[in-house]
């Protein structure tokens, strides 16, 4: 079973950047995909990114629209999500996840982390 701490949540302006971490021990971390979700109080909690177990090919939702990067370091057992030119839309709290095949849907995904705040202030 794979546990994973995110980090690097905060307080920014818009168009502000944070880099997010999230730290994986005890599984097999490096053998999976890796995933960031969303969710917003009152929203459903939405895909953000997702990258294969050995971070060769990412996938991200509509409205990252070039802002953000995932990447993978399996011998440090910790992926990462950049977040560039962030919107007020953008404020949620942000979760990292595994899946077998770099899966988009929740249930797909295993292994969440406590999630870690993000706010973009306008």
């Known amino acids: 079973q794979v546990q994973l701490v995110e980090s690097g949540g905060g307080l920014v302006q818009t168009g502000g950047s944070l880099r997010l971490s999230c730290a994986a021990s005890?599984?097999?971390?490096?053998?999976?995909?890796m995933g960031w979700f969303r969710q917003a109080p009152g929203n459903k909690r939405e895909f953000v990114a997702t990258?294969?177990?050995?971070?060769?090919?990412?996938y991200y939702a509509d409205f990252v629209q070039g802002r953000f990067t995932i990447s993978k370091d399996n011998a440090k057992n910790t992926g990462y999500l950049q977040m560039n030119s962030l919107k007020p839309e953008d404020t949620a709290v942000y979760y990292c996840?595994?899946?077998?095949?770099?899966?988009?849907?929740?249930?797909?995904?295993?292994?969440w982390g406590q999630g870690t705040q993000v706010t973009v202030s306008s």
């Open positions: 005890g599984g097999a971390f490096r053998t999976r995909a």
């Open positions: 996840t595994t899946s077998t095949d770099a899966s988009t849907d929740p249930q797909d995904n295993t292994n």
């Open positions: 990258i294969t177990w050995n971070g060769g090919t990412a």
